[in-house]
């Protein structure tokens, strides 16, 4: 996703099998440079880190829908922020988290609210319920 002129992240594979990464370019005239590759704190193969990608300003938002250290696929979400190197600042899970929830399938940021879907969440007697979770 190309968010400005300057910064491009396009979500790549990571050493592990499908982990998933985010590598952050900067442009200058009609060359692109990477400036570096973002990954997950807790990256485990199939986790889908890169998912989906949202920047606004200097913050940027991605999910890893099949993430699964709370639970099998419940799924995760990861802020960056450019004023600390583009190291990660937070992980975000649902408290209410469980199997297969796929937290992270639907992501939307505008810069202080951020909605986050699972879109699994509730889905125990094989109906697609979903969930949104709103974080400010």
Not at 74 to 100: C, H, M, T
């Amino acid at each position: 996703a190309i968010c400005e002129d300057s910064k491009r992240f396009a979500p790549q594979k990571n050493e592990a099998t499908q982990a998933g990464s985010v590598y952050l370019f900067k442009r200058s005239g009609n060359q692109w440079t990477q400036l570096k590759q973002l990954k997950a704190s807790d990256t485990e193969a199939h986790d889908l880190f890169g998912y989906r990608v949202q920047l606004i300003g200097e913050t940027l938002i991605t999910t890893a829908p099949l993430e699964d250290s709370a639970a099998r696929t419940a799924g995760a979400a990861y802020v960056f922020n450019s004023s600390n190197n583009w190291e990660e600042k937070k992980r975000l899970r649902p408290e209410d988290g469980q199997i297969g929830d796929n937290f992270g399938v639907g992501l939307g940021f505008d810069g202080s609210s951020l909605v986050i879907s699972a879109h699994q969440q509730g889905n125990r007697s094989r109906q697609l319920l979903g969930k949104a979770y709103n974080y400010q």
